[in-house]
């Protein structure tokens, strides 16, 4: 992210998230019949190389699970979901899994977290901002990993990303899930554009 | 969009191309389907027009596919399901039915909202993508992966070894060589020693029959002549008689111990390396400790002072020349453990059916972390090229085969005991020794 976002534009982001989990967390109360608890959504720029180090900030030192998502159409990027391993089986049978999950219905229901937090987070900011995004299917990134070896920063080929943490709780199902959203370097002038917009509507 | 385009070349597509497609609205109820779905199911859409999908396909896992469909319809967001995951979500048969070895099509899924014009979902549109084909070709790939992964893993473990075993090999006959090469050559000086030793022997008892002879001489000097006593008075002192009767003595006795010292360290040289006779022997440990102490007592004497504690243990089944080479090596270890000079102390005792025996020094001593790892082969703290990391981890190994338990108790800065429990009997009497590295110096 060469220009970054301006503090109003952060702001707006950070907004948008909000109200998009919120939504997003609304309707799948209704569908859970459960009570869901999301905290706001800090937002955060940070360089690529500080990924590792803030995703072991989330968590501390736990073996963590990571699923990632890319989506395209009004602005492109990654959405990448970690939480904790002890937590992974947390939604299973709000999702509709019966009995004992075995390892690869384990890795269903981490690539589900990641598509339907994602989707709710990035889908909601680009419904509020009225931009079209469309999403490829999840892939894994690894169960029961370090934190540090979710990202490898030599890998990435940005220099600069965009962290967002959000808690996400179903009443005594608790799930703390971390959102890393990864936007290529000329794709966060695109999102500061349609975060104008936006704000211009106002 | 599609009736934006035309209406008719996409529901052409939607219905011909090989890919399933069908749809569902909120309650379930089937609105699309298209011939693909036709086609591996069985069921034709004028069969399924409107009913409820979970009533026609029964087989389906409702509760996990109901809520995967409601999350859509309520979060308007794309769903996704990987064959890798879940193979298949309608079990049709596959496109390879005789080479495949599969036993149903493999499917990657899309779960697609469809929006009414007011942005609210209003189907849900299932896609349903054949992956048999690129699924067992990635299987295939991914078992051979394993496969050689599991290959290079065993050929990196057996080059370790061999690394291992070559280097043993190698020291171990180094050490051997030494051994026979030390014995050979207090072979060979043996028997000049021999004859020396006898030669001087009879040189004493020579020379003594000589000095009785030259004391009658000289008590009957004065009947002489006083010039020829003149001539012999002068000769003596040119020659200095006085001193060289004294000194003929002691340099025959200074020769006989200087020649008993060589013998002895030629006798402990051939002790020690045990070349005329290795296997297993009922030994005595204290014996054992003082002929190891004599061979490296030119290393140790300037480090350390020797302090030994004896206890008198029972003699020992085992083969001693090895049990050499382990003392050998803590004593001379031990050594090397002293900024400047330090005391080692050997201990012998007994202790239920084993005889022990400690090497204890007041050196530097041992970090903890290096405690578990100094039995390990090439394991060394000193510097490259000094010690090769193995004379710790050949002790362990001759301990281990004597059946007996090599110790190690070690505090930094107070110093480090090395404790060897060697078992009393083994019932091995007699049998060649088949322990590896005998006949071995330490590093």
């Known amino acids: 992210m060469n220009k970054g976002l301006s503090e109003d534009q952060t702001d707006a982001l950070q907004e948008l998230a909000n109200i998009g989990m919120g939504q997003a967390g609304d309707s ?10 999301l905290s706001i959504p800090k937002i955060a720029i940070v360089d690529a190389s500080r990924l590792p180090a803030l995703i072991h900030g989330f968590v501390g030192d736990t073996a963590v699970s990571a699923s990632r998502q890319a989506f395209h159409g009004g602005f492109r990027g990654e959405v990448l979901v970690v939480v904790s391993a002890k937590d992974r089986n947390g939604l299973a049978n709000l999702m509709g899994y019966e009995g004992q999950l075995d390892s690869v219905e384990r890795e269903e229901v981490l690539l589900d977290i990641v598509n339907l937090l994602g989707g709710a987070c990035v889908g909601g900011i680009a419904q509020q901002v009225n931009a079209e995004i469309g999403f490829s299917a999840p892939s894994l990134i690894g169960e029961d990993i370090d934190p540090l070896d979710v990202i490898h920063p030599d890998q990435l080929a940005i220099d600069k990303a965009l962290s967002l943490e959000v808690c996400f709780q179903v009443e005594n199902r608790s799930l703390t899930a971390h959102l890393v959203i990864l936007l290529p370097n000329n794709e966060v002038g695109a999102l500061a554009e349609l975060l104008d917009q936006f704000l211009c509507t106002l | 969009m599609a009736d934006q385009q035309n209406p008719q070349l996409s529901g052409f597509i939607v219905e011909r191309m090989e890919l399933g497609v069908f749809a569902v609205d909120s309650s379930f109820n089937i609105v699309l389907w298209n011939h693909f779905m036709h086609t591996h199911s069985g069921k034709s859409w004028e069969s399924l027009k409107g009913t409820n999908l979970f009533a026609s396909f029964p087989e389906l896992p409702e509760s996990w596919l109901k809520r995967k469909i409601e999350h859509v319809f309520a979060l308007g967001n794309y769903a996704f399901t990987s064959w890798e995951q879940r193979a298949y979500l309608f079990r049709f048969k596959h496109n390879r039915p005789i080479t495949g070895g599969v036993d149903a099509m493999l499917q990657n899924c899309t779960f697609l ?22 699924a067992l070709i990635q299987q295939r790939l991914a078992e051979a992966i394993t496969v050689s992964d599991e290959e290079r893993r065993k050929q990196q473990e057996l080059i370790v070894k061999l690394e291992d075993a070559k280097n043993q ?12 090469l030390a014995a050979g050559v207090a072979h060979e000086i043996n028997n000049p020693i021999g004859f020396v030793n006898s030669n001087l022997g009879t040189l004493e008892r020579n020379v003594t029959d000589l000095m009785k002879l030259m004391a009658v001489f000289e008590s009957k000097e004065t009947e002489l002549p006083k010039d020829t006593q003149r001539e012999l008075s002068k000769i003596k002192k040119e020659i200095d008689f006085e001193y060289l009767k004294e000194d003929l003595a002691a340099l025959i006795s200074e020769s006989k111990e200087g020649l008993s010292h060589v013998r002895r360290i030629v ?28 061979v490296v007592s030119n290393e140790i004497r300037y480090k350390a002072t020797v302090v030994k504690e004896y206890g008198h243990p029972p003699l020992v089944e085992c083969v001693p020349g090895q049990i050499n080479q382990v003392l050998m090596n ?31 020094d007041n050196g530097i001593g041992i970090p903890p972390e290096n405690q578990q790892r100094i039995f390990e082969p090439f394991f060394t703290t000193k510097p490259v090229g000094t010690g090769t990391g193995l004379g710790l981890s050949v002790c362990y190994n001759i301990i281990r085969k004597h059946e007996g ?5 070690s505090e930094v800065g107070k110093g480090t005991c090395f404790r060897i429990l060697l078992p009393i009997f083994h019932g091995k009497m007699g049998e060649s020794e088949e322990i590896e590295f005998a006949n071995s110096a330490p590093q």
């Open chain 1, 28 to 37: 799948l109360a209704r569908i859970w019949k459960e009570f869901v608890h």
């Open chain 2, 113 to 134: 909202p469809l929006r009414d014009a007011k942005g609210k979902v209003e189907l849900v549109v299932i896609t349903l993508q054949d992956c048999t084909d690129n």
């Open chain 2, 169 to 180: 090999l190698y020291q171990s006959e180094k050490l051997a060589s030494i051994g026979q």
């Open chain 2, 267 to 294: 006798s402990d040289l051939k002790d020690f390396s045990r070349v005329d006779q290795s296997g297993w022997q009922i030994a005595d440990l204290e014996k054992c400790i003082d002929t190891t102490l004599n």
């Open chain 2, 330 to 360: 803590l004593v001379v270890n031990a050594s090397q453990a002293f900024p400047e000079r330090g005391q080692i102390t050997l201990r012998t005792g007994e202790e239920g059916m084993y005889v022990w025996i400690e090497v204890e």
């Open chain 2, 405 to 409: 338990d090599l110790i190690v108790r």
